[in-house]
């Protein structure tokens, strides 16, 4: 199996794109972690790379499917996609912006038999949840 870097640059060639140092460094930034703002990645870029070029690399990297956006809100994170991680869905906290990773095998065979009895392909399937994380749903209890 190809590491996640070989993954990238076979990616990007095959879309006529050249693995730049900025591509790799935001690539990097994502592999392994949580999912991210913009704002987060600028941060954890070090100075290594301005905000207009992380906007650019992310935008680039949305097109070729490299990366998914979580929509939490009015804000959204960048995640890798599925080419790199587990497939997965996300619980997401629109008060504190905590993305919990959610993996359930019941929830893929159920999408799959939904998609089967409306005779339907599926090609790919987004199931996000929105709402509150225990502590901030706690939180809200005390301030009522
Ligand atoms: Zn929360
Ligand atoms: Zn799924």
Redesign the pocket.
Known sequence: MSTPNTELAIILRNHGFSRTKQRHIVFNLLLNREPMTINELYKHADKQLDRASIYRTVALFEELGIVSRITIGWKYKIELSDIFTEHHHHLS?R??H?IIPINKDELEQFIARLAKENHFTPLEHQVEIQG??Q??ADKQTVAN
């Open positions: 906290c008060m504190c905590a509150y994380c502590s901030c």
